[in-house]
């Protein structure tokens, strides 16, 4: 079996890289926004869209950053709302927020590309490691495309007028065929012949 993420993860981390993260202010911006953490940094929090997990991130026996853990799913009302929250955390506890899968910072201004790894990631993870909540992202449970089911109301339409009409025909034909011929009357007077 292949091993898939199962989440999108985001780090909060010291404003310059290589430093230690600052773990009291993060936890401290993180819980007057309703996070539920222990002052290490790890727990949960619920927002209005759904709830992500928080650990600490270890190097070498120092706290380089908090690793907030977003689950892929096929929506993306979650990790926008973990961002913007994030954005403000790191903002107040004079930290940054980088993305570890694309390697690059976190901002709003990137919000699309963001989006577009995190649904490239959840696509496949429901696709080959059964997350249920991004399944429907899968190519296997994809619905139609929108102008497909007005084109097939058109080709339906223009089947049953095609066969209609057939039956119109064939029913014309059989009763035509049926009927009884009539043998034409002899014409008063002689034939015309025409006159050199």
Excluded: C
């Excluded at 107040?92 to 590309?113: C, H, I, K, N, Y």
């Amino acid at each position: 079996m292949l091993d898939v993420a199962h989440t999108y993860d985001l780090l909060l981390q010291a404003k310059n890289p290589g430093e230690a993260a600052p773990v009291a202010a993060l936890v401290v911006a993180l819980m007057s926004r309703g996070a539920q953490v222990n002052a290490a940094g790890a727990g949960t929090w619920k927002l209005s869209d759904g709830e992500v997990t928080i650990d600490p991130l270890l190097e070498e026996g120092v706290v380089k950053g908090l690793d907030v853990r977003v689950p892929l799913l096929d929506k993306t009302g979650l990790i926008e709302s973990v961002l913007k929250a994030l954005v403000d955390v790191a903002a107040e506890a004079q930290g940054r927020v980088t993305d570890p899968q694309r390697g690059d910072a976190a901002t709003m201004l990137g919000l699309s590309s963001l989006l577009e790894e995190y649904l490239r990631m959840a696509r496949y993870a429901g696709e080959y490691g059964a997350v249920s909540g991004a399944l429907g992202l899968s190519t296997w449970a994809s619905p139609p495309e929108e102008d497909s089911s007005a084109l097939r109301w058109v080709l339906l339409v223009g089947v049953f007028v095609v066969a209609l009409w057939a039956g119109w025909r064939t029913i014309n034909a059989i009763r035509d065929a049926n009927r009884p011929q009539e043998t034409p009357a002899p014409m008063n007077g002689a034939p015309k012949v025409p006159r050199k």
